[in-house]
């Protein structure tokens, strides 16, 4: 069976054999592809197998995970077909590669926070942990969506204060949801628009490697 979605791989020069590695799905913003997001990760793959995904919907002159019917509320059709992707993708990855699945992280920017974060509250504790730069959880994931145990889960959420795309306070509304539910929140904020700054990601290299050793 081949792969649900479209993938860029990354992973250490040198591999172990009979090594299994901590596994890092990387997700882009809406309009963009599998290749944005990499520069973000790079020295990452001398720790993890990352896989940057491309979106499966044609949006702009790139790619998106699902569509907008209005701000902040994803058609909801669209949105799940999107998630059941990428969560058999995940099952797909760990039965293809060397992975040790205690150690799966999740990473997006704007879209791509929005469903890491989705993925977290649907998977649980499979997940180990989340960065989510810039994004919100849309309500009927909130209402409607089956959570799971989240007592294991570690995330790094941030969120620019100047944001001009997604509001600085749906940030803040994440990292209240996920404490709520007993996870591990880290939330920082910067003095940026819509954006990743090179302060954001030093932040979340450094909490990322931290936390493998938790």
């Not at 020069?13 to 990499?38: A, D, R």
């Amino acid at each position: 069976m081949g792969a649900p979605v479209i993938y860029e791989l990354r992973k250490p020069k040198e591999l172990i054999p009979n090594k299994q590695y901590p596994c890092l799905f990387v997700m882009h913003g809406i309009g963009s592809n599998e290749q944005n997001m990499l520069p973000l990760v790079q020295g990452l793959e001398d720790h993890f197998y990352i896989f940057s995904i491309r979106g499966h919907l044609q949006q702009a002159q790139g790619f998106a995970y699902f569509s907008i019917q209005a701000f902040g509320k994803p058609h909801r059709d669209v949105f799940d077909e999107g998630i059941a992707k990428l969560s058999s993708f995940i099952d797909f990855v760990c039965e293809q590669y060397p992975i040790d699945v205690s150690q799966l992280y999740l990473l997006g920017f704007s879209q791509g926070a929005i469903v890491s974060m989705t993925l977290g509250l649907m998977r649980g504790n499979s997940i180990k942990g989340i960065i989510a730069l810039s994004g919100y959880i849309p309500q009927f994931v909130k209402e409607e969506y089956d959570k799971q145990s989240l007592e294991r889960l570690a995330l790094f959420i941030s969120h620019g204060q100047f944001d001009q795309v997604l509001p600085y306070e749906w940030g803040k509304e994440n990292a209240e949801l996920f404490r709520n539910l007993h996870a591990s929140v880290t939330f920082n904020t910067y003095a940026e628009g819509h954006t990743v700054s090179k302060q954001n990601v030093i932040d979340f290299q450094t909490w990322l490697l931290n936390d493998l050793n938790r």
